[in-house]
């Protein structure tokens, strides 16, 4: 019998792709919609600000594993370049352009946005990196030769900073606070992997703000608080992001750095959220989270759509966040919460490959590797069980033997 339900996704991504394809394996056959702001289809993420900057010429979309199969395999309607503005809970409508689309159940993978400096979008040349759009534009003026400066020591700008040395070009990353990564990894953390844009050339400005850009139609210079001036063809912003939620302002929905929800992803009345957008009741650390992470989106919109078909039966979103970054040629990798500041356990923040410990009381809560692969699942899977601080120095000292008879 076929199911009468309507189930709209709003967010054409990761999770949106993930929820819809988690509906037909779970064998919900009634209309499945999915609503995404860009024209194309579900694509993969982390590539943009890696390879797909980094390479010789560029290179091809990174379409998800079945993004091309939506409509003919999976009977999934998209309406794609227009996103949604508005959201009635009671007549339980979308508004998407100057259409309405009704749902019974909704979904909401609207994922985050670039944050964008001031008013600098009337000069070309000054790029966010969070679309397909955004990273063909970037990498083409890479490619090209212009002269780039990063605003944002994070992950993002970190990252861009590597693909433009990776071409040969000088870069300067400006980083208005002392040290970078402090919210992402403590400012112990974030003094350590700092020191590898040192050691790979890439020249790295704390502390100071900057003032404003120069230049006629395109970008020519940016200006710091320091009054110093650098000369720039290409601005790349990586300020960090904002969850999308402004279509829902007014909606009813509690709204406080993204979407609240429970322990099972819902919303509200036959509404859930995943991904980016969603700040949910974590069981693992007993405090609401807000992740924006590959891993994160992809298993948040599975269980997401499995709750909402079935919310009799809904299980808590267990997850121990996982994320991971490419800087000239090092794996950075983190599990966990990174909480307070770290403990050494393996290698020497000095080099190039070391292990870092979080805490909580005597628990242990996170786990930061650079170039140590073989090893951060194995903190994931402890503190996963809850396990304590004495456990992963256990695991370290084990490891450690490992890694001195290799």
């Not at 967010?11 to 988690?22: I, N, T």
């Not at 679309?131 to 020591?153: E, S, Y």
């Not at 703000?209 to 395109?218: F, I, P």
């Not at 509404?271 to 969603?278: C, K, R, S």
Request: glycine share 12%.
């Amino acid at each position: 019998m076929t199911d009468s339900r309507r189930v709209v996704i709003v967010g054409g991504s990761l999770a949106g792709l993930k929820a819809a394809q988690e509906a037909r394996t779970s064998g919900f056959t009634g209309r499945l919609t999915i609503v995404g702001a860009e024209l194309h289809l579900p694509y993969d993420r982390p590539p943009l600000s890696k390879e797909f900057l980094g390479g010789s010429a560029a290179v091809q979309a990174p379409f998800l594993p079945g993004a091309h199969e939506l409509a003919e395999q999976l009977g999934v309607e998209t309406i794609l370049g227009e996103p949604a503005t508005a959201i009635d809970m009671t007549a339980q409508r979308i508004t998407v352009g100057t259409s309405s689309v009704a749902y019974d159940s909704l979904l909401v993978a609207t994922g985050s946005t670039a944050r964008r400096l001031g008013d600098t979008d009337r000069l070309r040349g000054v790029e966010t990196l969070r679309t397909l759009d955004d990273a063909q534009r970037i990498g083409t003026a890479l490619r090209r030769g212009d002269r780039p400066v990063v605003i944002g020591g994070g992950f993002i700008g970190s990252e861009v900073a590597s693909a433009a040395r990776s071409h040969g070009l000088d870069v300067s990353i400006i980083e208005a606070a002392p040290t970078p990564l402090v919210r992402a990894v403590g400012e112990t953390a974030g003094e350590w992997l700092s020191r590898l844009h040192a050691r790979n050339g890439t020249q790295l400005i704390c502390g100071t703000a900057v003032e404003s850009l120069s230049g006629d139609e395109r970008v020519e210079a940016i200006h710091l608080s320091d009054g110093r001036s650098l000369d720039a063809d290409l601005v790349v912003v990586g300020i960090g992001a904002d969850p999308a939620t402004g279509w829902l302002d007014g909606s009813g929905l509690e709204l406080d750095n993204g979407i609240v929800c429970d322990a099972r992803l819902r919303a509200g009345d036959n509404i859930w959220a995943a991904g980016d957008v969603a700040r949910w009741w974590s069981e693992d650390f007993g405090a609401p989270l807000r992740i924006e992470h590959w891993t994160n989106a992809a298993e948040q919109g599975a269980v997401a759509m499995r709750n909402l078909l079935n919310p009799q039966e809904a299980m808590s979103y267990r997850h121990i966040p996982y994320f991971w970054s490419d800087w000239y040629g090092s794996r950075i990798q983190l599990v966990g919460l990174a909480s307070g500041e770290p403990t050494v356990v393996t290698g020497d923040p000095a080099t190039d490959v070391f292990v870092a410990l979080y805490r909580e009381g005597d628990r242990l809560v996170g786990a930061l590797a650079l170039n140590r692969r073989s090893d951060i699942m194995k903190y994931r899977a402890l503190i996963a069980r809850s396990a304590s601080w004495q456990d992963g120095l256990a695991l370290a000292e084990e490891r450690n033997r490992r890694m001195v008879r290799a």
